[in-house]
């Protein structure tokens, strides 16, 4: 391994060495959770006055992460604008978890990122042909107890893609498993495009945080 290279170092207390576990130990944890690896890195947030609240309880999920995700509960995280760190919030939540996890957690996953769009797009996909690693990230979303479910789309579902998301959020939170969404609509829209089954899902059974602030994207 290259211990300069590590893209875990900005936040990790462990001292570098050649064969530092924590470092494989991480590794595994990403490279199961189906996070691009552009995503990997730590991102510094800055917190502008219009979102500190919502900061503030993003924060406090974060410090807890492991009561959030052991009592199986759900972050619904919006904005009607679009770069203001939602993605990167979830992410941050993710690795967070793994990093309370890394010296228990074994080779397995145990936290993933779905991209929506491209996951329902895989799964039309995976109707006529076979779509690397598709089948094991299914058994994956079913079975790891915590999904990022990024990019909650804002036009309106197919019957189709309705129904599979349906099905595994619907499982996901019947068996207390902790789930991350994120997206652009807010309640009324979310009813509208998402359909009232998901919908009442993610704003019943969820602790909702809005975004206000504007986009950020290419400022840093
Ligand atoms: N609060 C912030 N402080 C610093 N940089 C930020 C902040 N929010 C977003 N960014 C920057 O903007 C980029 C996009 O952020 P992110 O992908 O989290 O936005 P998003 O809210 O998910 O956007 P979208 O609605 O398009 O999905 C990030 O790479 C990050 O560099
Ligand atoms: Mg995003």
């Known amino acids: 391994m290259d211990i300069n290279n590590c893209w875990y170092k900005k936040i990790c207390t462990n001292t570098c060495t050649e064969s530092c576990i924590r470092y494989n130990c991480m590794k595994s944890l990403m490279e199961h959770s189906n ?13 502008g006055n219009t979102d500190a609240e919502a900061f503030m309880q993003l924060k406090e999920i974060e410090t807890n992460i492991d009561t959030f995700v052991n009592e199986g509960r759900n972050l619904y995280i919006y904005s009607e604008n ?12 993710l690795i967070k978890h793994f990093d309370k996890i890394w010296n228990i957690a074994g080779f397995t996953c145990h936290g993933l990122f779905i991209n929506v769009p491209k996951f329902l797009y895989n799964c039309k ?33 197919t019957s189709y893609e309705h129904q599979i998301m349906l099905q595994y959020i619907d499982n996901r939170i019947n068996s207390g498993k902790a789930n991350i969404f994120t997206g652009n609509c807010d309640k ?32 840093n």
């Open 82 to 93: 679009c770069g203001n760190g939602k993605t990167s919030w979830s992410v941050r939540l």
């Open 125 to 157: 996909q995976s109707i006529s042909k076979d779509v690397n690693g598709f089948e094991e990230l299914c058994d994956n979303i079913e079975n790891c107890e915590l999904v990022i479910w990024d990019d909650l789309p804002s036009s309106e579902f």
């Open 188 to 219: 009324d829209k979310s009813y509208q495009l998402l359909g009232d089954r998901l919908a009442s899902r993610l704003f019943g059974c969820s602790q909702v945080i809005e975004f206000k602030e504007t986009d950020k994207r290419g400022l």
């Open 35 to 47: 996070l691009p690896e552009y995503l990997w890195s730590y991102k510094q947030l800055t917190c």
